[in-house]
């Protein structure tokens, strides 16, 4: 069992910035990959970036060249930079890993963390 606690969501004007960890605990030993989504009432929880054990990143389109994600090992943490925040990022983010065991691949959620872009 893994445990994601996700932190940093707020209030932010559009423009400005804020960081968000995700923070693993538990059995974490082989992480293959862990991701960042985010999720609006009414709408199906959409996939923001991807990190590998390796550090290959990808983005969706909507937030490349905004956010950034990143890993540091030492602290069982992920991150997600956001830049240039505007209006339709506002959503409940959510972290997300993704662990082999055994040959299986087991998914864990984070509770999420709600950011608010607005003036």
């Known amino acids: 069992q893994v445990q994601l606690v996700e932190s940093g969501g707020g209030l932010v004007q559009p423009g400005g910035s804020l960081t968000l960890s995700c923070a693993a605990s538990?059995?974490?030993?082989?992480?293959?990959?862990m991701n960042w989504y985010r999720q609006t009432p009414g709408k199906e929880r959409v996939l923001v970036a991807t990190?590998?054990?390796?550090?290959?990143?990808n983005y969706a389109g909507s937030v490349k060249g905004r956010f950034t994600i990143s890993r540091d090992n030492a602290k069982n943490t992920v991150y997600l930079q956001m830049n240039s925040l505007e209006p339709e990022d506002t959503a409940v983010y959510y972290c997300n890993s993704q662990k082999r065991v055994g040959g299986l691949i087991y998914i864990n959620w984070g509770q999420g963390t709600q950011v608010t872009v607005s003036s």
């Open positions: 990190i590998t054990s390796d550090g290959n990143t």
């Open positions: 538990g059995s974490i030993f082989s992480i293959d990959a």
